[in-house]
């Protein structure tokens, strides 16, 4: 199954941003816009329920040099990692399944 995610919102450090989307999450990217701004509870959250998968995807932000942040929610920090991106935007990623 393919599962496509995309994700809208503005920036002033694109190159900096698709690093992290690209090495650090392993996203691919399709295409870009310019334009702007954060805050601490602006999400965008992978359910990542596969132990392998999650442990993976952690690594790979680690590795790409991205270390996990406190989350201004402290129940993404229960069984997730979140990490900021050169924005200030928070990704997480979540060691659960998504559910309704």
Known sequence: MEIHLRVARPTDRLDD????????????????????APSADN?????????????????????????????????????GRTFEDPDGYRVVLQHAAWSA
Do not use: C, K
């Open 43 to 79: 999400l965008l959250v992978f359910y990542l329920p596969d132990e392998r998968e999650w442990r993976e995807a952690v690594g790979r932000m680690i590795g790409s040099g991205y270390e996990p942040v406190p989350s201004f929610n402290p129940y993404w920090d229960q069984v």
């Open 17 to 36: 941003v698709v690093r992290f989307d690209t090495e650090g999450l392993g996203l691919a990217s399709l295409g870009a816009f310019a334009h702007r």
